[in-house]
């Protein structure tokens, strides 16, 4: 009943709806929280690049490729709950750090095939991939956590996210606009996500493992879906070239 209890109350927090543009200074504690908060996330992304690569090297082997799949379809929700009902302390912190990272390392064999897919098509993808979530993440969190007046911190993500968008799409914009405003919206997430830690954290709530969690998920999710822009952008690039090639062939 306990770790029901628990579990019930991670979920279900009250946080005012005022909490994301409330007008307060982060305390020293905080910002120590935020740290730590940012340090795991910082090896969460290490693991979960471990795992897709992982992913990669063994989608040589299909039945590697079945066993790696089953293995994190299972290890996801187990992991996430498993971390969900084991009370943050001193004397569980290890042991729910080792099962945020493995937590992480499923996520990233998750994220294997459409990295692998990505690749394919062009290997620069996956350093582009990188470095736009990497700027939109920074772009995002600073405002969050920089800009007092928490209403203003939209100016500060929301333009550099329209920038970099429009330089990833150039002319088609219609035909995937669910995925662009995918990204617009974990955007979003993000800086939210960060607004209700730093609330969190100053209620005393210093539960930096479980907080890590959101805003890692809020990476990999935008990870994936620029991901899938830039391929399929460079797949419809690579159709016209040889549709181009086509068409001049048949001229001569």
């Not at 307060?24 to 795992?51: D, F, Q």
């Not at 937590?103 to 990295?115: E, M, N, V």
């Amino acid at each position: 009943m306990a770790s029901v209890s628990n579990v019930t109350s991670r979920f279900d927090q009250s946080i005012p709806a005022d909490a994301i543009f409330k007008l307060s200074r982060i305390s020293h504690a905080t910002r120590v929280h935020l740290k730590n908060v940012y340090a795991s996330l910082t090896l969460c992304t290490i693991m979960a690049a471990v795992g897709s690569c992982v992913c990669v090297v063994a989608s040589f082997s299909p039945i590697v490729l079945a066993g790696l799949a089953v293995l994190s379809i299972v290890g996801l929700p187990v992991s996430v709950i498993w971390l969900g009902v084991t009370t943050h302390s001193p004397e569980t912190e290890k042991k729910r750090f080792s099962i945020l990272l493995g937590f992480a390392f499923f996520s990233g064999l998750a994220l294997g095939p459409a990295l692998h897919l990505a690749i394919s098509v062009d290997p620069s993808i996956a350093v582009l991939a990188v470095a736009a979530t990497t700027v939109l993440f920074v772009c995002f969190t600073l405002s969050a956590l920089y800009v007092e007046r928490r209403i203003y911190m939209l100016l500060g993500g929301v333009a550099p996210t329209l920038v970099i968008l429009l330089t990833l799409t150039m002319i088609d914009l219609v035909s995937e606009m669910d995925t662009y405003l995918g990204v617009l919206m974990y955007c979003v997430f993000v800086m939210i996500d960060t607004q209700l830690i730093i609330e969190k954290a100053e209620n005393g709530d210093k539960d930096y493992i479980w907080h890590c969690v959101g805003l890692f998920l809020d990476i990999a999710e935008m990870f994936r879906k620029i991901t899938t822009i830039l391929a399929l952008k460079n797949k419809n690039k690579n159709k016209d070239d040889i549709e181009k090639c086509i068409r001049g062939h048949d001229e001569l």
